[in-house]
């Protein structure tokens, strides 16, 4: 007789808990990124001011124009963990190439940012190919990637930074175009092509079928390696622009430089609800997921909390995050 009276409010429990785990798989990143941010207001009223929002997103801007290649590369169930090592490599060789004299056909700041681009880009390429023609799975590729990129850096300049840029390159650092500063408006620019061809394009729909079951894809007439190839390519695109764009920041191009974005640009995407099993993302999250990390961190400093503690909180966030995405499709599938 129990049984019989509890079933009806058992199985519409079920339901409810189904749709609450929906709504948070959907919109918890945002709601978290709000409370967040109340926690950090409550503990220091000037986190919010106008300066220290610019400050958040000019952080944000440069390992956010990664992640929107980031995006693609997942959502095809690959990964790079070398887009620190290529910023790096990029901006140290546009860096090198500008000091060189005799460069007469425009302002330095073009070739820079060519150059900076086209070593991002070849990267990329090296990448997407040894990883589909040797069947290299992506982790190891771009793990030794890492090493090798880094090491490349050192080699360019004994190791040494180059600074002392001309105005022109700056100005991609700390300009502001109607009073947005330049990085923000730059990444803004890409996450939005970012999302339109995400969603809107053939290619888009192409990558969702490659990570959604390549197979499948594969015999429905798409070409799987030219596929995963050029979302790396788009990856190390960025993260070249990315180094110059830092580079111009700082006004100095070091070594070290995007030591760490790794962790910052793959936590933006998983934390965004992208599944590291691929055919699951979007730009969006992305875009929140990279707020978030740049609020996080914002606020711990802001709280005078040691920065070494930073990379253990955005660790075990990546780690509760996809906890949360495999409970998450078990319980809503």
């Known amino acids: 007789m129990d049984?019989?009276?509890?079933?009806p409010a058992t199985q519409e429990l079920a339901p409810r808990r189904s749709s609450t785990i929906e709504f948070l798989n959907r919109y918890g990143t945002g709601v978290f990124l709000v409370l967040m941010c109340l926690f950090f207001l409550s503990q220091n009223p000037h986190f919010l001011s106008l300066r220290n929002i610019g400050n958040i997103l000019a952080d944000v801007s440069i390992y956010g124009v990664i992640a929107v290649g980031m995006?693609?590369?997942?959502?095809?169930a690959g990964v790079d963990l070398a887009v620190g090592s290529?910023?790096?490599l990029a901006s140290i060789c546009a860096a090198w190439a500008m000091n060189l004299s005799g460069w007469a056909f425009?302002?330095?700041w073009l070739l820079g940012l060519c150059i900076a681009v086209l070593v991002g880009t070849l990267v990329g390429f090296v990448h997407g190919k040894v990883t589909t023609?040797?069947?290299?799975?992506?982790f190891i590729t771009t793990l030794g990637g890492m090493t090798v990129w880094r090491g490349a850096t050192l080699l360019v300049n004994d190791g040494g930074p180059i600074s002392g840029f001309s105005e022109g390159v700056r100005w991609w650092g700390t300009g502001a175009i109607l009073g947005v500063p330049v990085p923000v408006a730059v990444f803004a620019l890409v996450a939005f092509v970012g999302y339109v061809v995400q969603r809107y394009t053939r290619f888009g729909r192409q990558i969702y079928a490659v990570g959604g079951n390549a197979e499948a894809a594969r015999l429905s007439g798409l070409d799987i390696k030219r596929l995963e190839t050029s979302v790396?390519?788009?990856v190390g695109c960025l993260s070249g622009f990315a180094g110059f764009l830092l580079m111009a920041r700082l006004n100095s191009a070091e070594a070290v430089g995007g030591v760490g974005y790794e962790l910052r640009v793959i936590a933006s995407v998983v934390i965004g609800g992208a599944s590291l099993a691929g055919g699951v993302g979007g730009i969006g999250g992305t875009l929140i997921g990279a707020l978030l990390i740049g609020v996080l961190s914002n606020g711990l400093v802001m709280m005078g909390v040691n920065a070494y503690y930073q990379q253990i909180v955005i660790g075990v966030i990546i780690v509760l995050a996809v906890i949360f995405d495999t409970y998450a499709k078990k319980r809503i599938g």
Do not use: K, M
């Open 86 to 88: 290529t910023l790096a």
């Open 133 to 138: 023609w040797f069947n290299v799975p992506a």
């Open 3 to 7: 049984a019989r009276v509890q079933e």
């Open 71 to 76: 995006t693609f590369v997942i959502i095809t």
């Open 232 to 234: 790396y390519v788009i």
């Open 106 to 108: 425009g302002p330095d």
